[in-house]
């Protein structure tokens, strides 16, 4: 029913920079928060950012200063922008959103696929 497709992961050196998208399809009445979560291996999925629809947003300690998150409502899409990357930032990231699919419809949660970021020399 709803679809959420990441983009922009890769490899990127120490202090470098990437962004991520997270393009959101399928039967959607409306979407309420968007976020991004990260797991490492052997870690468990964490937090990163979120945002709410009205734009308000909350971030990790560990990324605050370092990454924004924004979204385009029109567009469905929730982007974050990584600066000043370090290697513990290694992870998959993935893409929430809650979703609206018809007026009626409670708010459910729908995860992207995970997109890989490599902090390495």
């Known amino acids: 029913q709803v679809q959420l497709v990441e983009s922009g992961g890769g490899l990127v050196q120490p202090g470098g920079s990437l962004r991520l998208s997270c393009a959101a399809s399928g039967s959607i009445f409306s979407i309420y928060a968007m976020g991004w979560y990260r797991q490492a291996p052997g870690n468990q999925r964490e937090l990163v950012a979120t945002?709410?629809?009205?734009?308000?947003?909350n971030y990790a300690d560990s990324v605050k200063g370092r990454f924004t998150i924004s979204r385009d409502n029109a567009k469905n899409t929730v982007y974050l922008q990584m600066n000043s990357l370090k290697p513990e930032d290694t992870a998959v990231y993935y893409c929430l959103a809650g979703v609206e699919t018809t007026a009626w419809a409670d708010v459910q949660n729908y995860w992207g696929q995970g997109t890989q970021v490599t902090v390495s020399s």
């Open positions: 945002t709410s629809r009205s734009g308000n947003t």
